[in-house]
């Protein structure tokens, strides 16, 4: 008597070993939505030196006008703002979607998945040591905003001293 058995990964996931790719991205569209969307100028400057390959990115991708020149570049992501859109296909590159991306590449293979700037949340500010603690650069949270509330002495070079 034979049991047949379902293919899975050696690292235990639910995914089988086809799958591998998807779920990388099937990950990041289960996470939350705190991060901001993907700038132009940050896809270039990661796309940069990455040749022929595929910019992967789970979410929208925005126009920056920081940005003179966008490289011709390949792009898959879920949205894409009207200026950012012109500006890549003017440029002769591609904005693909997912299902094209699983016709292209099933496999994954020349893709590069990107992401956005995970640190740069408000909440992430009040992180780390203790706010007062020497070499602590952590923002306190503070009931109200005024010149009494955690601005003088220890915050100030003026005022004494600063941490």
């Known amino acids: 008597m034979s049991t047949s058995s379902s293919s899975s990964s050696s ?5 089988g070993e086809r799958e591998q790719v998807q779920c990388g991205y099937l990950k990041r569209l289960f996470m939350s939505k705190i991060n901001r969307p993907h700038v132009l100028r940050r ?10 390959k595929i910019g992967v990115i ?3 991708v925005t126009d920056d006008k920081r940005v003179y020149e966008v490289p011709a570049m390949k792009v898959t ?3 894409f703002t009207e ?9 002769g590159g591609e904005c693909l979607t997912f299902d094209q ?12 998945l990107l992401r956005g700037p995970k640190n740069a949340r408000e909440a992430v500010k009040h ?6 603690v020497p070499h602590s650069h952590t923002k ?18 003026s005022r004494g001293f600063r941490v």
């Open 127 to 132: 992180f780390g040591k203790a706010p007062g």
């Open 101 to 112: 991306l699983a016709l292209r590449a099933p496999l994954g293979q020349n893709t590069v």
């Open 83 to 91: 200026t950012a859109r012109a500006r890549i296909v003017n440029a």
């Open 58 to 60: 789970v979410g929208t």
């Open 11 to 15: 690292t235990g996931s639910w995914c």
């Open 43 to 52: 896809l270039v400057s990661f796309m940069s030196g990455k040749g022929d």
């Open 140 to 157: 306190p949270y503070v009931r109200a905003k005024g010149r009494k509330f955690e601005k003088a002495r220890g915050r100030r070079n």
């Open 77 to 79: 992501a879920l949205r």
